[in-house]
């Protein structure tokens, strides 16, 4: 099932030799991004190979119009689109009048990719025959810096290797950039102006009905084969592309210099009556600060970030490589720095998914980012669904939910629904559930008891009101049920009692209560407040109650087992094993209709909320779930070993576990899915930190104390990983012989298997 062409390497991912075939998924691989914008590794040449050309910034969308074939009342009305975004990478180059072309050279030799995940930097060199008189050396430098949201940096190295060559560099900005993914093939950008001013060049663009404006610039250099700076380049301006260009005489063996700073200036942080200045101020400190000094401060920004987030692993690299790749993507995509942006299921690799946030955000990510960054991180993508409360209020009263009552989006860009599917996406009501349980995470992981008094609790209460009226009472089943739902599981759709569903509404209800119990008595004034804002009813809390205690859950009528869903049972209860394996991935070669009737689950859904809630369930009732729902498991969402994978370290099924971490792990590297080329899998990164920390080091927060039950892998000599918690930076080192913590806080007690251990 997987196939790499990948070099093994503990800090670097290195592919070697050219092969067409291969370039859309090295884009993905390859991609780079700073958490403010991000783009895929496409090359800085004309390429007329078959490629995907993407750059994003950060919370820019396009609200493309929903397509469907019937409309219904309470269907989204767009469809969110991440915005494939111009061009300001594109390096042109003509050699002796041949453009540089690698789809089209006579031959090309040595090429080489190498992302250095240290220091963040991306290198791809190639030796390029153009005619038999001509061959080039290009060796091309790319990065976005870490500490300058707005900053791009290219160094392009030309050498003539055999003959001398005549180089014709043209480097631009370009605007006629479309969306693969877009329901209409609208166009995304209206473009206001295109200048090019002391030697910037500047396209000025604003997306049509969301009017988010956004600055695409670059400035180029040249050093001659003489060392000697030219900044001086002859500026073209065309049709929404700005260019300029210079022309440079190599004799053979002699290399020229392009050096190019540029990327997005965006109008949700800047007004666009700064772009101009801001732009000039970026170009002109990085010709100050050259090129050494910026690949210095990259390094050391990606250091610290390394320094409080690297897991090692010891007698196995590809694990190795898997995990920091992870983790690096992970740091690329989102740095917590700015509340109005989240983490897209493709981060800025690529187009699927379109919407910038699932629920993947609070049920995978926000572990990941609570153990890694500072605390104000997590809070921050709380706030984010803060924000958008009244957003969720207004989506719930689309569809018929009054009095306050809060759904929020399975996607969305601004806090509205914004997807195509209905019967899939729109019905996963659980995302609700994962919204009001990360409040509970975040305060039991980082110990902030403010965040659900200031804002959490409003929250907490819309999404409890919702799922009081999303229940009805069964006079049948004498309890509350839950019709017309999909769970975590997408290969069930609108289906009665999913019991994960129903699991975490009768947990939403309970906390909530007991919040809004704990604040009255504790902070009254707050509370008085928020009675008169959210017209709230004394006997709201007691209803919640009642519904919580007789709450229904579909069960097996002769087993201990619970259900997925009413009807379970009825279907044909045949292993995975069953399946062809010429017909998996099962979502690639069966009808729709054949994958909703198989008993086959796409993702963890009953063991979901075993995972969540572990502390509900003892061994013996988790392995009777495991093994019942584990063998039925297709794991065709990335999301899904993972959550395996933690549950198997736990069974003591460490050989399992382990191969559910790889695939996790290597997903992209590997390409299990043969999807790679759309983007990576972001949101399942963190899942993946979550199966080492969680998984083999047993990692909990109980009652304020921090607790590990590590358990290491066979194929492993030794692991380790940081974390901050509360504040202390704390290290796990678990080898065959023992577990050592490392931490200087005297206060902090870690406790390993249950017992207190000095570190
Ligand atoms: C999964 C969802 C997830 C989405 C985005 C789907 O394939 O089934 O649970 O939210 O991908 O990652």
Redesign the pocket.
């Known amino acids: 099932m997987k196939s790499s062409y990948l070099k093994t390497h503990p800090w670097k991912i290195i592919e070697e030799g050219f092969d067409p075939t291969r370039v859309k998924s090295s884009e993905s691989i390859f991609s780079l991004g700073n958490g403010s914008m991000g783009q895929r590794a496409n090359f800085e040449e004309t390429y007329t190979g078959d490629s995907f050309q993407g750059s994003y910034v950060g919370g820019v969308y396009y609200p493309d119009k929903t397509k469907v074939g019937w409309w219904k009342n309470g269907y989204p009305e767009f469809f969110a689109k991440v915005l494939n975004a111009p061009n300001w990478i594109g390096i042109n180059l003509a050699i002796n009048g041949i453009p540089l072309d690698l789809n089209q050279c006579k031959a090309v030799s040595s090429f080489r990719r190498v992302l250095d995940m240290q220091s963040g930097i991306y290198t791809r060199s190639f030796e390029a025959q153009l005619d038999s008189n001509t061959t080039i050396e290009v060796v091309a430098k790319r990065f976005l810096a870490m500490n300058e949201a707005s900053l791009g940096v290219i160094q392009y190295q030309v050498k003539a290797l055999h003959g001398s060559c005549n180089v014709d560099i043209e480097s631009y900005v370009e605007g006629k950039i479309t969306n693969q993914d877009s329901n209409w093939d609208d166009p995304f950008w209206n473009h206001l102006s295109a200048t090019h001013t002391d030697g910037v060049m500047l396209l000025h663009s604003q997306t049509f009905k969301s009017e988010f404006d956004v600055a695409t610039y670059a400035q180029t250099h040249l050093i001659t084969p003489q060392g000697e700076l030219v900044s001086d380049f002859e500026p073209v301006s065309q049709d929404w592309r700005v260019s300029q260009k210079q022309t440079q005489l190599l004799k053979e063996g002699e290399q020229c210099t392009v050096l190019k700073f540029g990327g997005y200036i965006n109008g949700m942080n800047h007004p666009p009556e700064t772009f101009e200045t801001r732009a000039k101020k970026n170009v002109k400190e990085a010709l100050n600060k050259g090129m050494e000094q910026l690949l210095a401060e990259q390094h050391s920004a990606w250091a610290s970030i390394w320094e409080s987030s690297d897991i090692e692993i010891k007698g196995d690299d590809q694990a190795q490589q898997a995990i920091r790749f992870n983790i690096f993507q992970l740091n690329q995509t989102y740095n917590g720095k700015d509340p109005k942006l989240n983490i897209g299921?493709k981060g800025f690799t690529g187009e699927k998914?379109g919407g910038s946030t699932?629920?993947?955000t609070e049920a995978y990510c926000l572990p990941f980012y609570m153990a890694t960054k500072p605390q104000e991180v997590g809070r921050n993508l709380l706030k984010y669904r803060y924000n958008q409360l009244d957003k969720a209020i207004e989506n719930a009263a689309k569809l018929g939910f009054t009095k306050g009552a809060a759904l929020y989006p399975m996607v969305t860009m601004n806090g509205e629904e914004c997807h195509n599917e209905w019967e899939i996406t729109f019905e996963e009501i659980h995302r609700n559930g994962a919204i009001a349980f990360a409040i509970y995470n975040y305060e039991r992981y980082t110990g902030d008891t403010t965040y659900i008094p200031e804002m959490g609790i409003e929250v907490l209460i819309g999404i409890a009101r919702f799922w009081a009226q999303r229940v009805n009472y069964s006079d049948f089943q004498k309890a509350y049920v839950m019709l017309g739902v999909t769970g975590?599981n997408?290969y069930e759709n609108n289906v009665n009692n999913n019991w994960y569903t129903n699991y975490i509404a009768q947990w939403c209800l309970t906390y909530a209560a007991e919040q809004q119990e704990k604040l009255a008595q504790t902070q009254p004034q707050r509370w008085n407040e928020l009675i008169e804002k959210l017209d709230w009813k004394a006997e709201e809390a007691d209803h919640w109650k009642t519904i919580a205690d007789q709450m229904y859950f579909p069960k097996h009528p002769e087993q201990d087992l619970f259900l997925q869903q009413d009807g379970f049972l009825d279907k044909t209860l045949l292993p995975v094993s069953a399946i062809r394996t010429d017909e998996r991935p099962i979502n690639q070669h069966w009808s729709w209709d054949r994958i909703l009737r198989s008993p086959y689950i796409?993702?963890a859904d009953v063991l979901q909320g075993f995972y969540l809630f572990q502390s509900d369930f003892d061994r013996e009732t988790l392995q009777r779930h495991f093994d019942f729902y584990e063998p039925l498991t297709v794991h065709e969402?990335?999301?899904s070993p993972c959550i395996h994978s933690i549950l198997a370290t736990r069974l003591d099924k460490m050989q399992k576990a382990y191969e559910l971490y790889l695939q996790t792990s290597r997903l992209d590297l590997d390409d299990y899915n043969k999807e790679v080329e759309e983007g990576l899998h972001i949101?399942?990164m963190a899942g993946t930190w979550m199966s080492i920390v969680e998984g083999f080091g047993g990692l909990r927060v109980e009652r304020n104390q921090l607790h590990i039950d590590p358990k290491l892998p066979d194929a492993w000599e030794a692991f380790s990983f940081k974390l901050n918690f509360r504040g202390t930076a704390v290290k796990v080192e678990v080898t065959k012989e023992k577990v050592a913590v490392f931490h200087t806080n005297p206060e902090l007690i870690v406790y390993c298997n249950g017992n207190p251990i000095n570190s």
Do not use: F, G, R
Request: charged residues 20%; negative net charge; without cysteine.
């Open positions: 299921p998914y699932y629920w993947d975590p997408e796409k993702q969402s990335s999301l949101t399942s």
